[in-house]
């Protein structure tokens, strides 16, 4: 595709529930970014691959936050038992290695009951 | 603890009036970028301002990156209901593609 692609748009899950957030970034964009954005505030970093490089995981929250990374292309978001505390809209980018513009996707806005 | 401190974080103003969003901290920044986002949507790169003291132009906003590279503005003249959205300043710590801390934002609403 033309852009960096999320999937799903909404999610609404029950507290405790593990969910699963996709990220498709631009091709050949080899650095990819996961941020967090909770209602009208700025963006909260979380975690950064670039290629073949341990990713930086410095901005996880939690050990219930994970992130992967398959093929250096497509990337998984994963929340294990969630809590209330996670709603959010979870915005993944992608970038040129040499490049300092990132390219975001819409959004996925989770909501834990 | 918040690096990049906005303001204001709400701003409501008349078409046709100037005004000026600033972004501080007491960081120094190797990059700083100002970003606008649209409801239902991720943000969109408007600028990236690198040497202190930069000035860049982009039509009707003007983008400033302070000496000490600490802080940054914008200020957009004549403004347009188009202009309303979510104004985003991020700074890199470090050179290259790094991760990069968000601002608090400032939320714009132009009245026609």
């Known amino acids: 595709g033309a852009g960096v692609s999320q999937s799903p748009s909404n999610k609404v899950t029950e507290k405790g529930k593990d969910v699963e957030l996709r990220c498709d970034p631009i091709s050949g964009h080899t650095a990819l970014y996961w941020y967090r954005q909770s209602l009208g505030q700025g963006l909260e970093f979380l975690i950064y691959f670039q290629g073949n490089s341990a990713p930086d995981k410095s901005g996880l929250p939690s050990d219930r936050f994970s992130a992967e990374r398959t093929g250096g292309s497509v990337s998984t978001l994963t929340i294990q038992r969630t809590q209330q505390e996670d709603s959010a809209v979870y915005l993944c980018?992608?970038?040129?290695?040499?490049?300092?513009?990132?390219?975001f996707g819409p959004g996925t806005r989770l909501t834990v009951l | 603890t918040q690096l990049l401190e906005q303001s204001p974080q709400f701003l409501s103003i008349q078409e046709g009036e100037n005004l000026t969003v600033y972004c501080n901290s007491s960081s120094v920044f190797s990059s700083l970028q100002w970003y606008r986002q649209e409801p239902g949507e991720g943000p969109v790169l408007l600028v990236t301002v690198v040497t202190g003291g930069e000035v860049k132009k982009l039509k009707r906003l003007t983008f400033q990156f302070g000496d000490a590279r600490k802080d940054s503005s914008l200020h957009i003249t004549a403004a347009q209901p188009g202009d309303t959205g979510l104004y985003l300043c991020a700074g890199a710590l470090n050179f290259g593609n790094e991760k990069l801390t968000f601002g608090t934002g400032t939320r714009l609403t132009i009245i026609p």
């Open positions: 980018a992608s970038s040129l290695p040499t490049s300092g513009t990132q390219y």
